[in-house]
């Protein structure tokens, strides 16, 4: 037998984790799929439509004419357009050779970790960090090093901690703010405070993950890539997903030093010669467009975050914090670890994840994939309804276990 048979599938894939947050929410499907009335809380993914003047933008790109390959980077038009709101909305100064449009922020992230990494580099995550970040650094032979930060803390890491952690191997950090899973924003004294550590390291870059930036309950966002002592560092990732609810759409960008988004369309170009002609001619065009339904999205996001956190800490053991961004809470549920309802053992957050879906069928995401261990995502991007519902069902099943 030939080594190909024995091993059909390459050592990358065998080897890579299938994301959680997307087993998660199959495997509560597949349990709804059985009958069972369940509550998913599982996916980072707005519940809301894309708005009617977005969609009616790409159908009239669609009449248009715009159903044929784009340049590899994207739309002249669109790039222009997030040239302009990175100027407007971030104080960015991106020229549209600078920008590069992808199918969603996740091929953005891959894109750049693949054109900057070679193994054995490090790369510093702010843990939490978003599940995908460790599996694309992994993916691409670069070795992950978590900087933990607890509820404690408000799962921000400080400037010393980033600095204990970088060696003479580090090349590049990722974080996002608002950050996916933990909601937590980071301020501008403190993006400075480790802009400040990072400034004399010439050869790390940043990426700084801003997909959330509008569903910021704080008033205000802010980019490290204002911060001038890294500025010229900094890779700043964006995209329709979760401001204007266009998961579907795949559409993300960044803006790049422009040797790094050369690379990037140029990989881009072997991989997917880009994103859809329609969807971007209508993301040109939401760029522009009134930000009244983002707005109204935000505002109920706050006010099930508000419902939400009242409701969780009312169940023993559940250490909650308040989330200034995004749509997940991020409760420290380690008290029950070394728990049982007399059968199922609770050893970690996988585990305690499992005992929801079974026990009170509600899906949630454990905080291992996270990088937090002791830590349990709950996305509140669900009617206040079910969410009320979720957290009964919740406080009944962890009622059971000592
Ligand atoms: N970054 C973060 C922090 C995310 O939560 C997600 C997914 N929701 C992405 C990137 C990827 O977004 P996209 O759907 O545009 O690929
Ligand atoms: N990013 C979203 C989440 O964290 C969507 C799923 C995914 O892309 O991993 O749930």
């Not at 994207?74 to 449009?101: C, H, P, T």
């Not at 830590?375 to 962890?398: D, F, M, N, P």
Request: positive net charge; proline residues 4%.
């Amino acid at each position: 037998m030939s080594l190909s048979t024995a091993r059909p599938l390459s050592e990358l894939v065998a080897n890579m984790s299938e994301s959680a947050t997307i087993k998660m929410a199959q495997l509560s499907r597949d349990l709804k799929g059985k009958g069972f009335d369940v509550i998913s809380l599982t996916l980072g993914e707005p519940d809301f439509d894309t708005p009617d003047h977005i969609k009616e933008a790409a159908k009239q790109a669609l009449d248009d004419g715009y159903t044929k390959y784009t340049p590899v980077p994207g739309l002249v038009e669109l790039r222009e357009a997030i040239s302009r709101k990175f100027k407007r909305d971030n104080g960015l100064d991106y020229g549209s050779d600078q920008i590069v449009v992808s199918n969603g922020a996740k091929q953005t992230i891959a894109n750049v970790c693949l054109s900057l990494l070679d193994k054995g580099d490090e790369v510093i995550l702010f843990a939490p960090y978003w599940v995908s970040y460790s599996a694309i650094v992994k993916m691409a032979g670069a070795v992950p090093v978590p900087v933990p930060a607890g509820v404690g803390q408000d799962f921000k890491v400080t400037a010393e901690q980033v600095k204990a952690a970088i060696t003479e191997r580090t090349k590049l950090v990722i974080f996002s703010s608002p950050c996916n899973p933990s909601g937590s924003v980071y301020s501008l004294k403190r993006l400075e405070e480790i802009a400040a550590v990072l400034a004399p390291h010439k050869n790390i870059f940043i990426i700084s993950d801003e997909i959330y930036e509008y569903i910021n309950f704080t008033g205000k966002h802010v980019s490290i890539g204002t911060v001038a002592s890294v500025k010229d560092r900094v890779i700043t990732v964006n995209g329709f997903a979760k401001g204007f609810a266009m998961t579907g759409w795949r559409l993300g960008y960044m803006g790049a030093p422009q040797f790094l988004a050369k690379a990037c369309a140029k990989l881009q170009g072997q991989f997917t010669s880009g994103a859809n002609a329609f969807g971007q001619k209508a993301a040109a065009y939401a760029l522009d467009a009134d930000m009244a339904p983002t707005r109204k999205m935000r505002d109920e996001f706050l006010r099930r975050r508000d419902i939400v956190i009242g409701l969780l800490s009312e169940i023993r053991g559940f250490k909650v914090n308040k989330p200034e961004g995004a749509f997940y809470i991020f409760p420290d549920i380690s008290y029950y670890f070394g728990k049982s309802d007399g059968t199922a053992a609770i050893r970690n957050s996988s585990d305690f994840c499992e005992y929801l879906l079974e026990n009170a069928h509600v899906g949630t995401v454990g905080g291992d994939a996270f990088g937090s261990p002791d830590c349990l995502r709950i996305s509140y991007a669900a009617s206040e309804k079910q969410l009320r519902e979720a957290v009964k069902r919740i406080k009944t099943a962890v009622e059971k276990l000592k």
